[in-house]
């Protein structure tokens, strides 16, 4: 069965750096999501993207994140300024049809992100 | 705000039922899940229900909805070992609304 891939399955950064976090979708996939899962707290909506744009964004979702496929195949998510509290487990998703119907989102298997 | 609530543990001894209980805000939303995570690794759609039904069954797994209530919940016939995870209920409007995840522990 095809699957959602991501890397690396652990990071550890300083807080004020840059981080990439990198997600391979399915193929024939075309809506990706991120979410979040700070430890002990719930799995939260981060944004959705669809035909190179976000389709929709959280309130956690401001300026310190983007997100972009570059390359038609890698979805990544990137933190320009870590703070501590980004420490968390970021989730990428991949559906192939547009959300509100039954399309089962394809969840990978996280990266633990551990900002010092 | 929309919100999914449920418990944070249950522990079961192997062969018993697993009852998980769960209460939804969004009364708009049109399915509902449970997601299961095993330890590293991701989230598996484990079963749904269409806001217009009131039961589904699916081999061991039995889903209840009172959407008057707005309570969900997800019936482990003969738990096994290998049922032991973290089990997450969620919503779906457009975007998915998930819960914190009840850790199922079972017990020999």
């Known amino acids: 069965e095809p699957e959602v891939t991501q890397t690396p399955s652990h990071q550890v950064t300083q807080m004020g750096q840059e981080v990439i976090l990198r997600c391979v979708p399915i193929s024939n996939h075309l809506y990706f999501y991120w979410y979040r899962q700070i430890l002990g707290q719930k799995v939260e909506f981060l944004v959705s993207?669809?035909?190179?744009?976000?389709?929709?964004k959280s309130e956690i979702f401001d300026d310190q994140f983007s997100v972009e496929r570059p390359d038609g195949s890698n979805f990544t998510l990137k933190i320009r300024s870590t703070k501590l509290e980004d420490s968390a487990m970021y989730f990428c998703?991949?559906?192939?049809?547009?959300?509100?119907?039954?399309?089962?989102?394809?969840f990978g298997p996280g990266t633990r992100l551990t900002v010092l | 705000g929309e919100d999914v609530e449920q418990s944070l543990f249950l522990s079961v001894r192997e062969g018993d039922s697993s009852v998980i209980n769960c209460t939804y805000t969004d009364s708009s939303s049109t399915y509902l899940y449970w997601y299961k995570q095993e330890p590293g690794a991701g989230l598996q759609l484990l079963t749904y229900i269409f806001s217009n039904m009131d039961m589904k069954q699916d081999q061991r797994l039995t889903v209840l909805l009172n959407k008057k209530d707005k309570h969900l919940s997800l019936r482990i016939a003969d738990t096994q070992t290998g049922d032991s995870a973290i089990y997450f209920c969620a919503e779906r409007d457009d975007k998915i609304i998930f819960g914190k995840g009840t850790r199922l522990h079972i017990l020999p």
């Open positions: 993207f669809y035909n190179n744009e976000i389709s929709e």
């Open positions: 998703a991949a559906e192939d049809v547009p959300a509100g119907g039954l399309n089962e989102q394809f």
